[in-house]
């Protein structure tokens, strides 16, 4: 809810500003590389730019940078302005970075969130099985960087296409530890029970199988 208000009152500033400046930087070209599922509606998707997306204005001598986020339009919406609001989005802030050795290329990193922007009641995440949905038709998932500044006038990435079919995967397929795993006896915990078992749910995001580890007893870490 914070965020959503944030949002709008950062629109609302850049619309109100008649002589914001703009960065005369070329729009970044970005390259899919992998998302995977990782709890809930929540996705980990990583991707490569011939920019650094996160120190864009300082790396050009500017200041006022205030976030760089990431959106992606599940129902084929083209339109990624400031001002406009994809109903159906997946959206993230892009909060990490590394650049890749011997390459000009920098891996940005973000978890993004798939929301339905629709539904107003406080419960806009969209279920695995209808997200897939309405993916199914569509080939690519167009997605683009967007980085807001003071008192600059938003900045915008090429669109960048994640292949439907990665991101169906990561859906029907998410990581998911094992239930239960037995540790050497050197790397077990201390415990008053030696023989309990330890179970690793790290990745585990179904309710069900958490609460069927809990029944058996075993010691959940993360």
């Given at each position: 809810?914070?965020r ?8 609302a ?10 960065l ?14 990782r ?13 650094n997306?996160i ?58 969130r ?30 683009k ?8 006038v938003a ?33 077990q ?34």
């Amino acid at each position: 809810m914070k965020r959503n208000i944030y949002k709008v009152l950062l629109v609302a500033g850049f619309l109100l500003c008649s002589s914001c400046l703009h960065l005369n930087v070329p729009p970044a070209r970005l390259e899919f590389v992998s998302i995977n599922h990782r709890i809930y509606s929540a996705y980990d998707l990583r991707f490569t730019s011939d920019r650094n997306l996160i120190d864009l204005y300082e790396d050009h001598g500017r200041r006022g940078q205030i976030g760089t986020w990431i959106h992606c339009s599940l129902n084929g919406d083209p339109d990624f302005s400031i001002e406009h609001k994809i109903v159906l989005e997946a959206s993230g802030i892009v909060s990490g970075m590394r650049l890749i050795e011997g390459d000009r290329r920098y891996e940005m990193f973000a978890n993004i969130r798939v929301e339905n922007h629709a539904v107003n009641d406080g419960r806009n995440h969209i279920r695995p099985v209808e997200l897939v949905q309405i993916l199914k038709p569509q080939e690519y998932i167009p997605c683009k960087v967007v980085i807001t500044a003071f008192p600059f006038v938003a900045y915008y990435s090429k669109v960048m296409y994640m292949p439907t079919s990665r991101f169906i995967a990561a859906i029907e397929n998410p990581r998911v530890a094992p239930a239960r795993t037995w540790l050497e006896k050197s790397d077990q915990p201390r415990s008053l029970l030696p023989l309990a078992p330890v179970c690793i749910v790290r990745w585990r995001y179904d309710l069900a199988l958490l609460i069927s580890s809990q029944n058996m007893g075993c010691k959940i870490t993360y």
